[in-house]
């Protein structure tokens, strides 16, 4: 993952997004989550960016492109209300979406 400043960078190798890109080009809907604590799902997370490169992924994030729209919880109240809303995912989600298909050996 090349160091980009503005924010969070997603894990998964081939793809460009970060939290200040995604708002610079107007993409107000993408969030930027952790990876999880638990080992086995972590490791799950680990294999799914197929990344060649050394870096650490209690310190990464992946982008919300990643993930079915099912992952997510809803807050109901804050849609009723017409709050914005904080998106989560749901306990032992997994990123399914724009993966790449084979590792990648860029740094």
């Known amino acids: 993952m090349s160091s980009r400043s503005g924010g969070s960078n997603c894990a998964i190798a081939t793809c460009d997004l970060y939290s200040g890109k995604s708002k610079k080009i107007g993409m107000t809907d993408i969030s930027f989550h952790r990876f999880p604590k638990d080992p086995d799902v972590q490791k799950i997370w680990t294999l799914k960016c197929k990344r060649g490169d050394s870096w650490n992924p209690s310190k990464s994030y992946?982008?919300?492109?990643?993930?079915?729209?099912?992952?997510?919880?809803?807050?109901?109240?804050?849609?009723?209300?017409?709050?914005?809303?904080?998106?989560?995912?749901?306990?032992?989600?997994?990123?399914?979406?724009?993966?790449?298909?084979?590792?990648?050996?860029?740094?």
Request: hydrophobic fraction near 30%.
């Open 62 to 107: 992946i982008c919300s492109k990643h993930f079915k729209s099912e992952d997510f919880v809803r807050d109901l109240k804050s849609e009723l209300m017409g709050n914005k809303t904080v998106r989560r995912l749901k306990l032992g989600s997994i990123p399914t979406l724009n993966l790449p298909t084979c590792l990648s050996t860029e740094t």
